[in-house]
């Protein structure tokens, strides 16, 4: 039986309670989506949060609500979610590339687009080139995760392509592995 959650923990001024309360969050939206979907105008409003982590929080839980979207809610949430591809705050970047990733497969619909606006990425200012070198590590992740829908988009592969030489080892490393899991998908349909 799923631990009943109380919202309010959310605002609590015990650091304790509030994370607690939002790793709990977390863990329901990955495992049951539907149980949290009631409550996603509450997780839309948190999305304005002047608290990052609360913010960061409501992203992941709306991108797993996407699931379970009967009413389109999220829908509506999808160009906010691409405003913060381009805010400069590596984190808040990292975490909407995770949530449009989950809409994407959610919502096959919205594919083509959320590519478009997660290929972006590689050109947006950040912090440092590192940091930039991160998002685009998340962008070939996400991508990863529905790769079999990719194998013809000639972007796609352009951009992964050119990340296999990315100065940051760990991104071109994932660069070469989803390049070789296209490439083997490719080869399959063939």
């Known amino acids: 039986?799923?631990?009943?959650?109380?919202?309010?923990?959310?605002?609590?001024?015990?650091?304790?309670?509030?994370?607690?309360?939002?790793?709990?969050?977390?863990?329901?939206?990955?495992?049951?989506?539907?149980?949290?979907?009631?409550?996603?105008?509450?997780?839309?409003?948190?999305?304005?949060?002047?608290?990052?982590?609360?913010?960061?929080?409501?992203?992941?839980?709306?991108?797993?609500?996407?699931?379970?979207?009967?009413?389109?809610?999220?829908?509506?949430?999808?160009?906010?979610?691409?405003?913060?591809?381009?805010s400069g705050e590596l984190i808040t970047v990292n975490h909407a590339i995770s949530a449009l990733s989950d809409i994407a497969l959610a919502k096959p619909e919205y594919q083509d687009d959320i590519i478009s606006e997660l290929l972006k990425v590689e050109h947006y200012s950040y912090p440092t080139d590192e940091c930039r070198n991160i998002a685009i590590g998340k962008v070939i992740l996400a991508f990863g995760n529905y790769s079999d829908k990719l194998v013809n988009n000639k972007e796609v592969i352009a951009f992964v392509s050119r990340q296999t030489k990315n100065r940051r080892s760990a991104t071109a490393k994932k660069a070469e592995q989803l390049l070789k899991k296209l490439n083997r998908t490719s080869e399959n349909k063939h």
């Not at 039986?1 to 977390?26: H, Q, R, T, W, Y």
């Not at 990955?30 to 009631?38: D, H, K, T």
Request: with cysteine.
């Open 1 to 86: 039986m799923e631990e009943k959650i109380n919202l309010d923990d959310l605002s609590s001024k015990d650091p304790g309670v509030k994370f607690g309360c939002a790793k709990k969050l977390l863990s329901i939206a990955r495992n049951n989506p539907s149980s949290l979907y009631l409550d996603i105008d509450f997780f839309i409003k948190i999305l304005d949060s002047g608290n990052h982590i609360l913010k960061w929080t409501a992203i992941d839980i709306i991108g797993n609500l996407s699931r379970v979207d009967k009413d389109n809610k999220v829908d509506k949430l999808i160009r906010k979610m691409y405003g913060y591809l381009n």
